[in-house]
């Protein structure tokens, strides 16, 4: 079992910035896919951004540009630099690993863009 805990959400003006963070509570590496989802109210969990097995990033469309993702495996830690904050960001956001053929997630963290 792993463990993942979102922190860094909050409230935000429109053209603020926020960094989220996931501690994973086993080991990560750059074999394991992770990345952060986001599920705005009445609408599906989407993908944001993410690193794949083989570690490269993906970027959801509406995100490139002003969305960055790291990772520090020492750290066990996820990241995810938000700037340039729209109102249409405001979402929980969701970090997800896949791990020895597991998808665990973490319970999520609110962002909420202010216009």
């Known amino acids: 079992q792993v463990q993942l805990v979102e922190s860094g959400g909050g409230l935000v003006q429109a053209g603020g910035s926020l960094r989220l963070s996931c501690a994973a509570s086993r080991s990560i590496s750059n074999i394991n896919p992770m990345g952060w989802y986001r599920q705005a109210p009445g609408k599906q969990r989407e993908l944001v951004a993410m690193?794949?097995?083989?570690?490269?990033?993906n970027y959801a469309g509406s995100v490139k540009g002003r969305f960055t993702i790291s990772r520090d495996n020492a750290k066990n830690t996820l990241y995810l630099q938000m700037n340039s904050l729209k109102p249409e960001d405001t979402a929980v956001y969701y970090c997800?690993?896949?791990?020895?053929?597991?998808?665990?997630w973490g319970q999520g963290t609110q962002v909420t863009v202010s216009s």
């Open positions: 690193f794949t097995s083989g570690g490269r990033t």
């Open positions: 997800n690993l896949i791990r020895l053929g597991n998808s665990y």
